[in-house]
């Protein structure tokens, strides 16, 4: 698995090349240090939120999409085990759970959900992907043929073009569900 850093340096570094910056162009039109900047595309430091945004502005890009990778499996995010930046000037921490990539639709639900046999999902549109969040109780979720339990805070993400699965483990199960179509 990459580290954070590691994801960053390598995002940084393709959005600069694809925008045909330099590293010191880059750096001016962000404001930083050409050193920080190089540093960053070397995999080392401990970027705050405010360097990343100020890297993301002038390559046109999210600070989503700069920390994350684009992945087409499942994946899951236990509690307080995310991709986790600091800010310099606040008491704020940002995990990021999940980008979305260009030209897909998000559609966010509320799920409500009670013990007893789960909903068994046919696949939906080539390319679907769902993400859930658990906000209360335990629900085991994923694809049908491998699902995971999740907790209150636990974020999954996997492919809904494939059969998939939602049972409530627990009374009054709650849960954010997304559904990103391409």
Request: aromatic letters at 4%; hydrophobic letters at 40%.
């Amino acid at each position: 698995m990459n580290t954070p850093i590691a994801i960053i340096a390598k995002n940084l570094v393709k959005e600069r090349l694809r925008k045909g910056l330099s590293q010191g162009e880059l750096a001016r039109q962000a404001g930083v240090a050409k050193s920080t900047l190089s540093q960053l595309e070397a995999g080392n430091g401990n970027p705050s939120i405010e360097t990343l945004w100020s890297l993301c502005v002038p390559l046109g890009i999210s600070f989503a999409n700069l920390m994350m990778e684009p992945h087409r499996s499942t994946q899951l995010v236990r509690r307080g085990q995310g991709l986790t930046v600091a800010a310099e000037q606040a008491d704020y921490q940002a995990i990021l759970l999940a980008t979305s990539p260009l030209g897909v639709r998000r559609d966010i639900y509320q799920v409500e959900s009670q013990p007893g046999k789960g909903r068994h999902s046919r696949p939906h549109l080539p390319g679907s992907v769902e993400h859930i969040i658990i906000t209360h109780g335990r629900a085991l979720v994923g694809l049908s043929e491998r699902p995971v339990e999740l907790n209150v805070g636990d974020y999954l993400s996997y492919p809904a073009d494939q059969e998939h699965l939602f049972q409530a483990l627990e009374p009054d199960t709650r849960a954010i569900m997304m559904i990103d179509h391409i």
